[in-house]
């Protein structure tokens, strides 16, 4: 099967120059190369919330749960959870992860279950036309805030990393080769992974000389650190006109949810002995 | 009746009392009344024994047990003439006139040294001595409800027999005793003889029981009993369970069920089974915690944006909800659709006896699964509107549930054509569901001598309107299934009767105004709103005052 196979019918409505077609090739390749080194891509399923970066699902011919907004990290879980065998992974936008279901990830993180999230994070909201995110910088003028918000941007790599996730990366949508690196390690990793991509949003947000001019790749780093990854992942705050690492910040392995659980799977065809011994 | 604060240990008590009359052979129902509060607050159980099957309170009790001055002050007008009571002496110090014992609960428990919620294990060995029960017969119960300190509670236990002296003497009976189950216990053990692989909820009164019970019990089932960071997560991690082929139930209360209304529709678009237990209690908001209400039923069927199939029961006893709720998930799983337990706090926490006899055979309801030859799409068209269901990993055979308007791959579209097919798809499993609901029996009745006029009611109201429908030769129609509704079947029920009063825990009434929409018009409504089920005298002079004011 070539990437190409990988595709659907489903015609892409993305705006030419958007971001999100970085993210759909660069997922495309990573499990063209999955595939190809024997993980059948029937053991993949793909969750998505709602939002631009949802449609990603309809372009990928493999399983998928296109879910609703705010709600990737539960129904991942849900899958994983009956089927610790499947290798889960969600895409989601920032306001739909960050905005509507932070408490999701929050807790996905603190559980460190063995699932992959993917931020398409743009920071704007694309689909209802140009508001403000929980990334939006302060002073961001968007339909909703046409004076400019008056509000701070969350660091969401440092949110996630207090919560307990365990593998930490940011991307961009200009280095797919970077982005192929990343998605793999991540999907790879056991535990709960996020990778926060900058992806740019060319009709609402554009932001790709921004990013040009700031990003850079970490180097000398030492993701095993907490304490290195941390001060890495302060050096910008989603707001003031820093210095953008990319690359993976965080990465520890630990223990999942799905092993501590998986004690108990005793396999019942009838119930029935067992109730009446209760009864 | 038994009361005292909460902490007391008044619940366990009150079920090791009704296992004592259980033993005897006599049929048992305990009702509880607690307040939202973890000490402190007044708390009481009546137990009710009686020859006959019974599922209802009387206000009225032969025996008060009281472990403080507040229970017999507050339940005085619960003192029949004949009333006995026993009470500790250390704390009680206006006792009521009449046959009383004056037990010094914590002295006695000093010689023991025991610790203060073992006054419950001597009251209760003084009742044992008062109403001529065997020491051995109590230790034995003893023995089943307690699991820690057992030989301390065993001798506490008969320090209160010796102190005691016996009153009366009730007799056992020589029918064989029956377990005691909770209409909780019935639900959770109902879902595991359905299927049931993955439990998840988030704690809220009257529900948290099954998540407790079945957390406990998960291992002897392969259960997974998750508890997540709320409502929300919930109903779309059971979602997640259900796409990979394991079968879950999520349990909650009205508020709770608020937060999931955006989970029941997604179950509803993308046709992913989940059975929903909704335990009511009265609203609006936080209302009353832990008291009971029949008031989500409009709730429940309207719940969600757009047009969906649901499924929605509502037992009203330990048998029901045991059979229902492996019907429940069964039907959910044939159907690809949601479903609802409709309970609540009466049901869920109050104890019936469990009598397997009078269960019928759960249908067998396989889901329709996709036979790996034919290419396979999620959403495939067919006459009844159910489409093979596969789960991953599958080989040839990609999966794509979506919440979107989707074709039958699975992909989103926006096409008219597509849209309406697709809508007729999903709404075409009613009709099938209901012609299958019209083959078993979805609505209960229960004759009187006088079949002109009946009892209406639903849920956990059955067992006071049965009682008092037997003592005024009165029918008694119970509809199950709430949707969709046994039509033909209430037609039968309701042929010959000129009169219905319907009788339900609302302040609108619920049942009437869904009845209504079939065409049946005009009931008389007996209401009640302030958290409390009917008693049977509440319920009879009701009743009684309808009869005569309407001739």
Known sequence: MTTQDLGTYAKNTWCPGCGNFAILNSVKAVLKSMQDEGTPLENVVLVSGIGCHAKIVDYINVNSFYSIHGRVPPVAEGIKLANPNLKVIGFAGDGDAYGEGIEHLIFAAKRNIDITMIIHNNRVYGLTTGQYTPTSPLGFKGRSTPKGTIEMPINPLELMLASGATFLARGFSHGIEQLKKIFREAINHKGFALVDVLQVCVTFYNMYEYYDKRAYQLKDHNPQDYSEALNKIREWNYHDDSKIALGVFYKKETETFEQRLSSSKKEIIDASPDIQRIL | ?551
């Open chain 2, 1 to 551: 009746m038994l009361g005292g604060k909460a902490g007391f240990g008044i619940d366990r008590s009150a079920t090791a009392l009704g296992r004592l009359l259980n033993k005897l052979g006599y049929r048992v129902y305990i009702y509880r009344d607690y307040p939202s509060v973890i000490r402190g607050g007044h708390t009481f159980s009546i137990i009710r024994a009686s020859r006959e099957r019974i599922a209802a309170y009387k206000n009225k009790v032969d025996f008060i047990l009281a472990l403080n001055q507040e229970t017999l002050d507050l339940h005085k007008s619960r003192l029949k003439k004949d009333c006995m009571c026993i009470y500790d002496s250390d704390q009680v110090k206006v006792p009521p006139d009449g046959c009383c014992l004056a037990i010094p609960l914590s002295k006695l428990l000093k010689e023991e040294n025991a610790p203060e919620i073992m006054r419950n294990t001597c009251i209760i060995g003084a009742l044992a001595k008062a109403i001529g029960i065997d020491f051995v017969i109590l230790e034995e119960v003893l023995k089943k409800e307690f699991t820690k300190d057992i030989d301390l509670n065993i001798r506490i236990a008969k320090l209160g027999f010796n102190e005691a002296k016996e009153l009366i003497r009730i007799e056992p009976l020589s029918q064989k005793s029956l377990p005691l189950l909770t209409g909780n216990q019935a639900i959770a053990l109902g879902l595991v003889k359905g299927g049931l692989r993955a439990y998840i909820s988030y704690p809220m009164t009257p529900a948290s029981p099954i998540l407790h019970y079945l957390a406990n019990i998960a291992d002897d089932f392969g259960l997974d009993v998750i508890h997540p960071e709320s409502e929300i997560s919930v109903i779309l991690m059971a979602l997640g369970f259900a796409y990979a082929g394991k079968r879950a139930a999520v349990g909650t209360s009205g508020g709770g069920f608020c937060l999931m209304t955006e989970g029941l529709s997604l179950s509803g678009m993308a046709e992913i089974p989940i059975v929903i237990i909704l335990g009511q209690r009265p609203g609006p908001s936080t209302g009353l915690p832990t008291y009971s209400a029949q008031t989500e039923l409009h709730f429940a069927l309207n719940a969600g944006q757009g047009e969906f199939v649901r499924f929605i029961v509502a037992p009203a006893d330990a048998e029901e909800s045991y059979y229902w709720s492996a019907v429940a998930l069964e039907l959910s799983w044939k159907y690809q659709i949601p479903s609802f337990i409709l309970s609540d706090k009466e049901l869920g926490e109050s104890t019936f006896n469990f009598d397997a006899s009078r269960i019928g055979t759960i249908p067998e309801q396989k889901p329709f699964l996709w036979d790996k030859k034919s290419s396979y799409q999620r959403y495939k068209l067919t006459e009844n509107g159910v489409s093979p269901l596969t789960f991953p990993p599958v080989e040839n055979g990609i999966i794509k549930v979506n919440s979107y308007e989707h074709d039958e791959s699975g992909i989103t579209t926006e096409e008219p054509e597509q849209t309406t097919l697709m809508q007729e798809k999903r709404l075409r499993k009613e009709k099938f569901l209901a012609e299958e609901l019209e083959k078993i029996k979805a609505l209960n009745l229960y004759d009187g001598k006088n079949n002109d006029i009946a009892l209406l009611c639903w849920g956990s109201n059955k067992g006071v309107c049965v009682e008092v429908g037997q003592r005024l030769g009165l029918k008694v129609i119970q509809p199950v299934v709430i949707n969709p509704f046994p039509v033909r079947q209430f037609k039968e029920a309701i042929a010959e009767t000129k009169k219905v009063i319907c009788v339900e825990n609302s302040a609108t009434g619920q049942l009437p105004k869904l009845i209504k929409l079939y065409g049946f018009n005009s009931f008389i409504k007996i209401l009640k709103y302030d958290g409390r089920p009917f008693s049977v005298e509440e319920l009879e002079e009701k009743v009684r005052a309808c009869l005569a004011a309407r001739g």
